[in-house]
């Protein structure tokens, strides 16, 4: 067991009387009351036409490409360095994911090389808020509306974080954010779909519903409900939702926690990156994080493969993060490489997570950058 382990899941202490209440009601299937109140909690954040909640984020991106209308060798841009989620979603659909490489800052798609990865077939472009970190929207805005791609935010590590001051998951068509555990906002598994675009809202709730009009049924719009089109079942359970809105009440609290602890990171770190030793994160002034993550970027992978070993032994665990997408077998099979991969290759190799969440503590940092001065 490690003493200071990577991630433990935060409880607010509401969660169980929550969950108890929704059983209490007598309905533990999807869109009760604690559903509608988490719809409510997610449209105010980020000022969006409709949130719906998903069984996870991975269920919120599916349902993004569905709404994308993808046919066969349709392509959507996206960076490779990032989870499984953001290709196999599309790659479900047959699109094909075309990947390009990372900004060396902020660890974000590069704007920069968007256009350039754009052909006939392209459909769709998919930034990942690396960190919590806002991608540069106004640019990948104008990219989108200058060829009629939709634009769909990888939010799941995005929630309460923001570009020039709007909240991310506000920009796209569509965004997804995830409330897995390891995340700030935590269900467990969850996580929601945002809609922006007004013209997609009705068609979200019938894929959501497994392709039927039962939302419009409940609501007294219909007489009956019926198969319409395609969909699938995403609705998470009552319980999921009762005990996410217990975490949603508290959200900035736990924000802020997590940014104090963040910042303590980079405050005891910053004489080891003068010193040359390692690369703290950066974060551009006009964006505004949520602390998800607090990573180094350390000179070589023989250094982190040595420095994680050496933690190991300190009984702290840190770990590394993706295995780029267009160099595994699944990437090189469904996807193709729309530009250079210098950044998201080196950064694979030499990034390194530390733990974070809410109950690590003071002390704990000050002990884990000790043994990083140590080493």
Not at 320 to 332: D, E, K, N, T, W
Request: aromatic letters at 10%; hydrophobic letters at 40%; glycine letters at 6%.
């Amino acid at each position: 067991m490690y003493k200071i382990p990577f991630n433990k899941p935060y409880m607010t202490g509401k969660e169980l009387w929550y969950i108890s209440q929704a059983h209490h009601a007598g309905q533990l299937a999807g869109d009760g009351n604690f559903t509608k109140k988490c719809h409510q909690w997610l449209e105010s954040q980020t000022n969006c036409q409709k949130a719906l909640l998903t069984h996870s984020c991975t269920a919120a991106l599916e349902m993004s490409a569905i709404l994308a209308d993808l046919e066969p060798g349709d392509e959507v841009i996206m960076p490779s360095y990032t989870f499984v989620s953001t290709a196999n979603a599309f790659v479900l659909r047959g699109a094909v994911p075309v990947f390009i490489d990372i900004r060396p800052d902020t660890l974000n798609l590069d704007e920069t090389l968007v256009a350039a990865a754009i052909t006939n077939r392209t459909r769709a472009i998919v930034p990942v808020h690396y960190a919590g970190v806002g991608c540069e929207m106004d640019t990948l805005q104008e990219i989108a509306q200058k060829h009629q791609l939709m634009l769909i935010e990888d939010a799941a590590q995005g929630i309460m974080a923001y570009y020039k001051g709007k909240p991310l998951g506000s920009f796209g068509d569509l965004a997804c954010f995830s409330f897995h555990e390891t995340k700030n906002i935590i269900a467990g598994e969850g996580g929601a779909l945002i809609i922006n675009n007004p013209h997609l809202s009705e068609q979200a709730e019938i894929i959501r519903e497994k392709g039927t009009n039962r939302s419009k049924f409940f609501r007294g719009q219909v007489d009956k409900y019926t198969w319409i089109e395609k969909g699938s079942s995403y609705l998470p359970g009552e319980l999921i939702a009762a005990f996410l809105y217990a975490q949603l009440e508290e959200a900035q609290a736990i924000i802020n926690t997590r940014l104090k602890l963040w910042n303590y990171y980079h405050q005891l770190l910053e004489p080891l990156e003068l010193a040359g030793k390692l690369r703290r994160p950066i974060i551009p002034p006009h964006c505004q994080h949520n602390g998800h993550m607090y990573y180094i970027i350390l000179p070589d992978l023989q250094t982190r493969t040595k420095l994680i070993a050496f933690l190991q032994e300190q009984g702290i665990n840190s770990v590394f993060h993706y295995v780029p997408l267009h160099s595994s077998p699944a990437g090189q099979r469904y996807g193709r490489v729309g530009s250079s991969m210098d950044n998201t290759n080196r950064i694979s190799e030499c990034l390194l997570r530390l733990p974070l969440f809410p109950e690590l503590g003071l002390a704990s940092i000050e002990k884990i950058v000790s043994c990083i001065k140590d080493f």
